[in-house]
């Protein structure tokens, strides 16, 4: 396989699977007209692929993925890099970055986003006559970006009070239900306002809607605010070293002190909101003032017993996430193991090319590929090398490619010993396979090298870790996870089938062992 016919693939799956999800969510009315508008591009991608495989079918993947890499790719990357800098409350660098992207995807609301963004750093430098005539365009009408800008004009001036009243009583219900940017605004305030049970009743409520985020942030967010106004100090902390890790610094601290006092230790907290006092902060200079000169509502007084089952339930979904959403930052940095193979497979693959090309059947040959009739002439070491060999640049890419992302979360939950004798057993058990396969004439391969089967191994034994979860923790970050990886199986399943130079018979003995493997070894968790 070419890297046109791999780029065909990646694209045409990247844009079906686009527009199945976006048909399945263009029911969220506060953001049809946003998923509407992938599907189209994901369409108009399709369309183009096809037309280009009908003229000119040697050049069809290469102009699909650059479309793909322009009108999906860098959109969907700027437009999380915008809302992550305008968290930071970098609001002129979000806008500016924002109108650039307005060009790549032209949906007016984001266009429209990006102005509310220059609005804010307009009010940041003190030129807020300018950002009221911005603001004015949207305040009257009814829309998302409406309500966007008066939920933020309400945190601004610290009017938690009034953006309760506002939800309350000119909001219909069915908003809430669909806008989950505005459901978090409406927790916060509950939280501001003392009102910690109904905080907790309602993220308990929108707990699924918020989930619906691709990146997770607003349900974070929410247990953000959950476990600072109910003094969870340890969960608090959790969150900031992971899932909310990319927060600047002075937010980190605002929430950090918040848990302080309402945790108890209310001097600690005085000393740090006046640590902070001097920020420059837009959105936390009021909420400051408050914290200094109003005080907290005491959870431990008013948290029903049913409150502190939500808050109990909170830290071990979060604690579930950490393990089985694959997105805590310290796994890859932790994963030795991982780095290890990836390195000592870069190694074999510099020796390929300098001892004759990595696509020279002969210098394979004197380096261990596996070829089932000498492997039972005595040849077992090939089991072994084999593995660490690839036929060309594109091969090594893409198993260690599978191999960074799948790794480390193995890695983690079964500690580098284990997970090194996974990765040995199937890389060497999927050999193993192929040549039994090979001699019985159920296989044709008579010639094989990759970490394919390891790979498809970790695969499995991801399965393996994450359907235990679901069984036996009821851990919703694992069943939704182990969707994800069954998808990855049943792609890789057609994708073979699909490439007869592909070896069907060593990835799916790889993944079955990985998955039988994976079973029988005990979660370690790094320790934890």
């Not at 966007?148 to 953006?163: K, V």
């Not at 600072?228 to 890790?245: H, M, N, P, S, V």
């Not at 193991?337 to 696509?359: C, D, H, P, R």
């Amino acid at each position: 396989m070419d890297i046109n016919q791999l780029l065909l693939w990646i694209v045409c799956t990247s844009c079906i699977l686009n527009i199945i999800v976006g048909i399945r969510r263009v029911g969220m009315r506060h953001s049809a007209m946003y998923i509407r508008s992938w599907i189209w591009v994901a369409g108009f991608i399709l369309v183009a692929t096809a037309t280009a495989y009908f003229l000119i079918p040697a050049k069809a993947g290469l102009i699909a993925g650059g479309l793909w890499g322009i009108f999906m790719l860098v959109p969907i990357l700027g437009f999380r890099l915008v809302n992550q800098l305008a968290i930071a409350e970098r609001f002129g660098a979000a806008s500016q970055l924002g109108n650039i992207l307005y060009w790549l995807h032209p949906i007016e609301s984001w266009h429209q986003y990006s102005n509310l963004l220059w609005a804010l750093e307009l009010i940041k430098q003190g030129a807020t006559e300018q950002a009221e005539r911005i603001i004015n365009r949207y305040k009257s009408t009814n829309s998302f970006l409406s309500r966007q800008t008066m939920a933020t004009l309400y945190q601004m001036e610290g009017r938690w009070q009034d953006l309760l009243e506002w939800i309350d009583t000119e909001l219909p219900q069915r908003i809430l239900q669909t806008d989950p940017n505005l459901v978090i605004y409406y927790l916060r305030a509950l939280g501001e306002t003392g009102q910690l049970n109904r905080l907790l009743q309602e993220l308990k409520r929108f707990e699924l809607i918020l989930e619906q985020t691709d990146t997770g942030v607003n349900q974070n967010m929410g247990r953000l605010f959950a476990f600072a106004f109910c003094g969870q100090k340890e969960q608090l902390i959790r969150l900031f070293k992971g899932a909310l890790a990319f927060y600047p610094s002075h937010t980190r601290q605002f929430w950090l002190a918040t848990v302080n006092w309402t945790a108890g230790d209310k001097e600690l907290a005085r000393q740090q909101f006046l640590a902070l006092s001097n920020t420059s902060s837009l959105f936390y200079q009021n909420a400051i003032q408050k914290r200094l000169y109003e005080s907290l509502i005491d959870p431990r007084r008013v948290l029903t017993p049913e409150s502190r089952q939500i808050l109990s339930r909170l830290a071990v979904d979060l604690q579930h996430q950490v393990r089985y959403s694959g997105r805590d930052r310290f796994m890859g940095a932790k994963a030795y193991g991982t780095w290890a193979i990836i390195g000592l497979n870069v190694l074999m693959f510099i020796a390929e090319v300098k001892l004759g090309g990595s696509q020279n059947i002969y210098t394979l040959y004197r380096l261990g590929a596996l070829v089932p009739k000498d492997v039972f002439n005595g040849d077992w070491w090939r089991l072994f090398a084999s593995t660490f060999l690839h036929f060309g640049f594109l091969h090594l890419l893409m198993n260690m490619f599978g191999l960074y992302i799948l790794g480390p979360f193995v890695e983690y939950a079964l500690g580098i010993g284990q997970y090194l004798l996974l990765y040995l057993t199937t890389g060497i058990g999927s050999m193993l396979v192929v040549c039994w396969a090979t001699e019985l004439g159920y296989s044709q391969a008579d010639f094989v090298v990759g970490a394919s089967g390891c790979v498809m191994g970790i695969v499995g034994a991801t399965a393996a870790i994450l359907l235990r979860g679901w069984y036996q923790e009821k851990s919703r970050a694992a069943s939704k996870r182990l969707q994800f990886i069954l998808f990855v199986i049943a792609f890789q399943v057609v994708f073979d089938l699909s490439n007869p130079e592909i070896s069907f018979t060593g990835h799916t003995a790889g993944l079955i062992i990985g998955f039988v493997v994976g079973s029988l070894l005990k979660a370690d968790w790094q320790g934890q």
